[in-house]
């Protein structure tokens, strides 16, 4: 080998010592479409001379690693210790490798280092255009509970996204580069765009899942209204997706949800199940409609009659009491659940006093219960049926027809009173009078006694 020669491929065809004499002019220009398909492209050769030119195009970036100081370094530069630095296009850059221009010292001093340069230096170049209208898919189903109706569903999503190398905000862009060659790029001489594709998409397939069924149930949108929220959950995720692209030097652009869907089957499962729901609230709102409807139509009535729930439910109590014709254990039982029924209030509770101490009265009485016998005589015959009912009845028993007379007040509160009653059932005020001699009942109105013929 002669002390001349020169392994240098631009060095090859010089002659004489002043061809030995190398300036190396260190660009690329992607000729063809395959080569514009590259996203990262290491230099043809290495160990460039000391006084090279760097050329950086538009949208290129070039990463310079050498073991001398030369431009602007992201590391210390200290002993052994490599440097490393980024230029960002269109710039032109002499370095300074500390390997001599010279071809015959260069011979000289790599003879001493088994013909490998002391100054070993490379060169990548990284294209940052941006990669837009990328597209994503899920490849297989997340499987999820439906928030909404609880039902598991097989969730499927598809969008775009886009991403591209930093390169106007300058801190960033050599920080990123450096990050992408370590992280993605490794030691491979040219990384392709359809590479760095397929390893977004498997990032994206690697997080979306979570991210998104985590969205769905923490904001409680089922599959049924998904595509109202698509915007908002591709934000929402877009913004979760950066922060972990960004560890491997790569900026996302964009990211958004075109669809997200589930199989017919399971369609048809959150129909039956929605459909279930609805009629089942339906029923139950239409029950309490109607209950409210008679408990209104109840109030107003005794609102018309002038009485109140509770002196309905008594009423009925004393009702059941006078149409009783059980054996004797039964008005028995009767008459203990009458004598619990005084704290009803009022008149009504004396009222139901005075059935009590009547009914154990017949009780007791020579013949007991075989003495007894409905009363024809007393209480209310009806004027449209015929039917005799308790004194005290306000509607008959056969047929509903009211008895309530026109104009029968209670002198002491003006309401309506119950034919035949002794008491009003509004004040409590008594309704007949009694003889101060013999203690006899008396009609109102009355003002002798008709037993004693004492003067009232």
Not at 250 to 274: G, M, Q, R, W, Y
Request: overall charge negative; hydrophobic content about 35%; proline content about 4%.
């Amino acid at each position: 080998m002669g002390l001349l020669h020169s392994d240098n491929p631009k060095e090859k065809d010089h002659k004489g010592v002043l061809g030995a004499f190398s300036v190396d002019v260190i660009k690329w220009e992607p000729e063809d479409d395959v080569q514009a398909g590259i996203v990262a492209h290491k230099f043809e050769y290495e160990d460039f001379p000391n006084g090279s030119y760097l050329i950086v195009n538009q949208s290129q970036m070039a990463v310079f690693t050498n073991n001398m100081t030369a431009g602007n370094s992201l590391s210390a530069n200290g002993e052994g210790q490599a440097q490393v630095s980024t230029f960002i296009g269109p710039c032109k850059i002499k370095l300074e490798t500390g390997d001599s221009r010279f071809a015959p010292f260069r011979n000289i001093s790599h003879s001493l280092t088994g013909g490998e340069s002391a100054f070993h230096s490379t060169v990548y170049f990284i294209n940052t255009t941006f990669m837009n209208e990328l597209n994503w898919g899920t490849q297989a189903p997340v499987v999820l509970q439906d928030p909404e109706e609880e039902v598991n569903v097989h969730v499927r999503a598809f969008g775009l996204f886009g991403v591209h190398i930093e390169q106007v905000d300058t801190n960033e862009a050599v920080i990123d580069a450096r990050k992408f060659l370590q992280k993605i790029v490794g030691t491979r001489a040219d990384y392709t765009r359809s590479e760095l594709v397929d390893f977004m998409r498997a990032k994206i397939l690697e997080y979306v899942p979570d991210l998104l069924a985590k969205n769905m149930i923490n904001e409680g949108i089922g599959i049924l209204r998904i595509s109202t929220k698509l915007k908002e959950f591709s934000e929402t995720i877009y913004s979760e997706l950066k922060d972990h692209f960004k560890e491997f030097g790569l900026t996302l652009d964009n990211f958004s949800f075109h669809n997200i869907n589930v199989p017919d089957s399971d369609l048809n499962a959150l129909n039956e199940a929605k459909i279930k729901r609805k009629t089942a609230r339906l029923e139950a709102e239409g029950t309490a409609a109607k209950m409210d409807i008679e408990s209104a139509a109840r109030a107003r009535m005794r609102e018309r009659e002038g009485y109140t729930y509770q002196q309905e439910q008594a009423y009925g109590v004393m009702q059941n009491a006078a149409s009783n014709t059980g054996s004797a254990g039964g008005f028995m039982g009767m008459g203990m659940g009458l004598g619990m029924g005084v704290g009803v209030g009022g008149a009504m509770g004396m009222g139901m006093n005075d059935i009590t101490r009547s009914t154990m009265s017949a009780i007791q009485s020579p013949g007991g219960m075989q003495g007894m016998q409905p009363a024809q005589s007393g209480g209310i015959t009806c004027s449209k049926c015929g039917k005799i009912n308790p004194d005290g009845a306000r509607f008959c028993l056969e047929c509903g027809e009211s008895f309530a007379p026109a104009g029968a007040v209670c002198p002491s509160c003006g309401k309506e009173l119950v034919p035949g009653a002794k008491f009003c059932l509004n004040c409590g005020a008594k309704l007949v009078l009694q003889c101060p001699s013999c203690g006899e009942e008396l009609p109102a109105g009355a003002k002798f006694c008709h037993k004693c013929g004492g003067q009232i």
